[in-house]
C-alpha cells in the first residue's frame, strides 16, 4: 500500500519574508516574540507619559493656550492631553512588513543594527492630540518641536497633506527605555510619535483609519477609487480633503469675527 501523500500549502510572501529577516536577526524566531514587543510597547507607553518630556509639555500647556488664545481669539485643544499608547500587535507586525516588501534596502535596517530587535518604526509608541482649529495645529506642532530640540530629545516635524486625504503634523522625538525579553533587560532608545490635527480630522481618521492604514501598506491608483462613488475611499478620502478646507474656512470666520469686534466702536 502506497501511503497517500500530505500536501503542504506554500509559504505566503510574509512568511518568506520572515524567514529572511530571522536570518538576520534571530530573536523573531521565538515563539512569543512578537507578542512581547507588543507588551514592551505598553510599557514604554505608559514610561513616555510620564517621562520628562511629556511632563514638561503638560507644564507648558497653560502657557501656551493663553499665548494662542491671545493671537488668534481661539482655544487651542479640543480635549485634555492625552497619553501615549502602544500600537497594536497585528500593525506593528504588517506595517514592519509592508516597509520591507516596498523597500527592499530596509530589509538591512527594519530590525536596527547594535541593539535589540526592534522594528525601526516612528509609531511603536504614539499619541495624537486634537486641535479645535487649523492654526493651532501647526502652533502647538512648533512648540513641541521647539521645547523638543530645548531637551535634546531629538524632534522631527512633519506636516502631511496626502492625495489619500489624511492631513495632521507629525512630531516624533527620541526616548530611553528597556527592551524586556527572554528574562533580559537591555537600554535602548525608541522614537516616539505625536500626531497633531484638528478635531474634525481626527474625528474623520477614527472612522476611516483602516482605510488610510491600508493605504500605507498597499499603494493603489487613484483611478480605481476616484470614479466610483460606492467604493469607501471615494468617501473616506473626499470627506478627508472636505474637512480641511471647512477647518480653513473656520479660521477665517473666527478671524473675521475678531476683526469686527475690535473695529466696532464699544
Not at 530596509?106 to 511603536?124: E, F
Not at 531637551?151 to 506636516?159: A, I
Request: glycine letters at 8%; aromatic letters at 8%; hydrophobic letters at 35%.
Amino acid at each position: 500500500m502506497v501511503p497517500s501523500e500530505i500536501s503542504s500549502s506554500p509559504k505566503t510572501d510574509d512568511e518568506d519574508l520572515l524567514e529572511e529577516l530571522g536570518k538576520r536577526w534571530p530573536a523573531i524566531r521565538v515563539p512569543g516574540y512578537w507578542a512581547t514587543l507588543y507588551q514592551n510597547c505598553a510599557q514604554w507607553a505608559r514610561e513616555v507619559s510620564a517621562g520628562p518630556f511629556w511632563t514638561e509639555v503638560r507644564a507648558r500647556l497653560p502657557e501656551w493656550g493663553a499665548e494662542y488664545r491671545r493671537s488668534t481669539g481661539g482655544v487651542l485643544l479640543a480635549n485634555p492631553l492625552p497619553n501615549f499608547v502602544g500600537n497594536g500587535l497585528d500593525r506593528i507586525r504588517s506595517k514592519t512588513l509592508g516597509r520591507c516588501k516596498r523597500d527592499a534596502a530596509l530589509r538591512q535596517t527594519a530590525l536596527g543594527a547594535g541593539g535589540p530587535p526592534i522594528p525601526q518604526l516612528s509609531d511603536l509608541v504614539r499619541t495624537r492630540i486634537s486641535c479645535k482649529f487649523l492654526d493651532g495645529v501647526d502652533y502647538l506642532a512648533s512648540r513641541l518641536n521647539d521645547l523638543g530640540q530645548a531637551l535634546g530629545v531629538q524632534p522631527e516635524r512633519e506636516r502631511l497633506g496626502r492625495l489619500e486625504g489624511y492631513f495632521a503634523q507629525h512630531v516624533t522625538f527620541r526616548a530611553d527605555v528597556y527592551y524586556r525579553f527572554g528574562g533580559e533587560v537591555t537600554p535602548t532608545r525608541i522614537d516616539c510619535e505625536v500626531q497633531v490635527a484638528t478635531d474634525l480630522s481626527t474625528r474623520v481618521w477614527d472612522a476611516a483609519h483602516q482605510i488610510y492604514e491600508g493605504a500605507r501598506d498597499t499603494a493603489d491608483e487613484p483611478a480605481e477609487w476616484q470614479w466610483n462613488p460606492g467604493d469607501p475611499r471615494f468617501v473616506a478620502r473626499q470627506l478627508g480633503h472636505m474637512i480641511h478646507l471647512a477647518d480653513g474656512l473656520l479660521v477665517q470666520l473666527r478671524d473675521s469675527v475678531l476683526v469686527n469686534k475690535k473695529e466696532s466702536p464699544s
